[in-house]
């Protein structure tokens, strides 16, 4: 009879952790569906920037370099938040240019659309937010310089509970993804 209750039990312990992983998976899954928000870090040029600030581990940070003529420069970083709380990404700002805004560009029917996002970026508890080309990202407007490969572009990341944090993104090649 014990055999039989040992027996029964490690079935059931056994399909309730393949039931967890499933449900993991499922939701890391669904998660990398929605723009940005990914549960690895993606891929990021080498020597990019990272910073910690409390929860929040930012790594992966970098901007392209600029083409001739062209008027703005896109950012791009990962946010890991380590906590038991969200937190949300306000406001970034940079020396480097009159204006900095946070962007999603996604995919309307067959047409490709940017917005800013005014309301910010929410950084969910135990998740990692990607900002990546064509996808989140930073806008950097009237840019006093152009970003020139092998330089670095300083950035003020504000947060909602976090506080800020000052970073210098590299600047990489204009294609590099």
């Not at 055999?3 to 998976?25: D, G, K, M, Q, Y």
């Not at 996808?135 to 152009?146: N, Y």
Request: charged content about 20%; proline content about 6%.
């Amino acid at each position: 009879m014990n055999r039989r209750f040992a027996a029964a039990l490690l079935i059931s312990a056994t399909a309730l952790s393949i039931s967890a992983a499933a449900a993991t998976a499922q939701q890391s899954d669904d998660m990398s569906k929605m723009p940005g928000m990914h549960m690895d870090a993606g891929k990021a040029p080498a020597g990019s920037a990272t910073a910690k600030l409390g929860d929040l581990d930012i790594s992966g940070g970098y901007v392209r370099a600029m083409l001739p003529g062209q008027p703005v420069g896109g950012g791009y970083i990962t946010i890991y938040n380590g906590g038991s709380s969200d937190d949300k990404l306000t406001s970034v700002s940079s020396s480097a240019a009159g204006k900095v805004e946070l962007h999603e560009m996604k995919m309307q029917g067959e047409v490709m659309k940017m917005r800013e996002i005014k309301e910010g970026i929410a950084i969910p508890a135990g998740a990692t937010v990607t900002l990546s080309p064509n996808s989140l990202h930073m806008m950097f407007k009237q840019v006093k310089t152009p970003f020139k490969q092998g330089g670095t572009v300083p950035v003020m990341l504000m947060f909602d509970k976090a506080g800020m944090v000052d970073i210098n993104l590299p600047v990489v090649a204009p294609n590099a993804k």
